[in-house]
């Protein structure tokens, strides 16, 4: 095969755009010591307070088995809380501490600079066009992941989320 057939393969350019993107938040977020599937399990526990672990990893296409590192890390850092269920025992219910949420503020600022430097090589039709067709090939091949995304969970655990944070806001 020749090189420029290598280089030229989707598979290929994807891999490399995706070191490129985890180089950027890398760089970006570095001060903040936080991976990238840190971040994805932090902003969703805080957008589905007492979320499950096996629910979390279907909304952010985790494989469950890393996932439970993932989380220990997170409690290890005193980002999130993971509490046994009371009907329950093999389930954890997770929620983001005070400290987890000052982070996510911090973090999200961060995250828009690293979206704008992967993306300014585009005009901006191309950038909106470009993000039509990655998330119309990510929905399409969801699934053959290794850890597909589980869109049928979206639509109740955030209405449980955002129930969840009323109370919390009137409590």
Not at 53 to 64: E, G, P, T, Y
Not at 83 to 98: A, F, I, K, M, P
Request: hydrophobic share 40%; proline share 4%; aromatic share 4%.
């Amino acid at each position: 095969m020749s090189l420029e057939k290598f280089y030229s393969r989707p598979g290929h350019l994807i891999r490399r755009l995706n070191q490129i993107s985890m180089a950027l938040f890398a760089e970006e977020t570095q001060p903040l010591d936080l991976t990238s599937v840190q971040y994805a399990a932090l902003n969703m526990i805080q957008e589905v307070p007492g979320i499950d672990q096996a629910s979390l990893s279907n909304m952010i296409a985790f494989d469950k088995t890393t996932i439970v590192k993932v989380l220990d890390r997170l409690v290890d850092k005193q980002l999130i809380t993971r509490t046994r269920s009371e009907t329950d025992r093999r389930v954890n219910h997770l929620n983001v501490t005070g400290k987890g949420t000052a982070l996510l503020k911090e973090i999200h600022p961060m995250l828009d600079r690293s979206d704008k430097r992967i993306l300014a090589p585009l005009s901006e039709a191309d950038q909106r066009k470009f993000m039509e067709m990655l998330s119309r090939l990510v929905q399409v091949n969801n699934i053959y992941s290794r850890a597909p995304l589980d869109t049928s969970l979206q639509e109740d655990l955030m209405a449980k989320g955002r129930k969840s944070r009323g109370a919390a806001r009137k409590g």
